[in-house]
C-alpha cells in the first residue's frame, strides 16, 4: 500500500465532461485529492467550485473524510465550504511525498488504514462532522479553562511571595 500523498489533478477545461470523469464516489477515498482551478477564468473557477460542492452534498459525500479534497483557484476561501488554497505551497504539509521508503512498522499501519477508510467511508458523512466539531468544542473549552488555571495560579504564586 502506497502512502497518502497528494494526487494533483489540474483542470483543463470548464467543461461538465471533463469535470464527471473527475468526479466519484471514490475520489477522496485512498489519498488526499487536489484539483487545481487555475487554468481557467475566474468566472470558470466560480461555477466548477459550486458544481464540485454541489456534487459532494447532493451525494451525501465528505469532502473532508477519509481524505480532504482541496482546491487551488484564485478565489477567496469564504465563497464554499470545500478547502480552497491560492497556491500549491499553501497546501497542509502532512501529505506531501518523502524522499524514503516506509519501514516495517510504517507499512504494517499503513495497511491497517485501508480498513479504517472504508469504515469512515460507509459512515454518515455529516455524522463525522458533527461528532468532529463536536469533540473540537469540548477541547476548547478545556483549553480555556486550563488557561484560567494557569492565570488564577500565577496570581496565587504572586501573592504567596509577596507574604514572605
Known amino acids: 500500500m502506497s502512502l497518502p500523498v497528494y494526487q494533483h489533478i489540474n ?7 471533463e469535470l464527471n470523469a473527475i468526479l466519484n464516489p471514490e475520489l ?24 464540485i460542492e454541489n456534487y459532494f452534498v447532493s451525494h451525501n459525500l465528505s469532502f473532508k ?6 482546491l487551488v483557484s ?3 476561501a469564504s465563497i464554499t465550504k470545500v478547502p480552497l488554497v491560492r497556491k ?7 501529505f506531501t511525498q518523502r524522499d524514503s521508503k516506509m ?6 499501519l499503513a495497511g491497517k488504514n485501508k480498513l479504517l477508510q472504508q469504515e469512515v467511508r460507509n459512515s454518515d458523512a455529516s ?20 488557561e484560567e488555571r494557569k492565570f488564577y495560579r500565577l ?9 514572605k
Do not use: C, M, W
Request: glycine share 4%; proline share 5%.
Open 11 to 17: 483542470l483543463k477545461t470548464g467543461s461538465l465532461d
Open 28 to 51: 477522496n477515498l485512498k489519498h488526499p485529492v487536489t484539483i487545481s482551478l487555475k487554468a481557467l477564468d475566474l468566472d470558470q473557477q466560480r461555477e466548477l467550485i459550486g458544481l
Open 65 to 70: 473524510f477519509p481524505y480532504p479534497v482541496y
Open 74 to 76: 484564485d478565489h477567496e
Open 88 to 94: 500549491q505551497e499553501e497546501l497542509p504539509k502532512f
Open 103 to 108: 519501514n516495517v512498522k510504517e507499512s504494517h
Open 127 to 146: 455524522s463525522n462532522i458533527k461528532d468532529a466539531q463536536n469533540y473540537g468544542e469540548a477541547h476548547r473549552i478545556i483549553y480555556e479553562l486550563e
Open 155 to 163: 496570581i496565587l504564586n504572586r501573592l504567596v511571595k509577596g507574604k
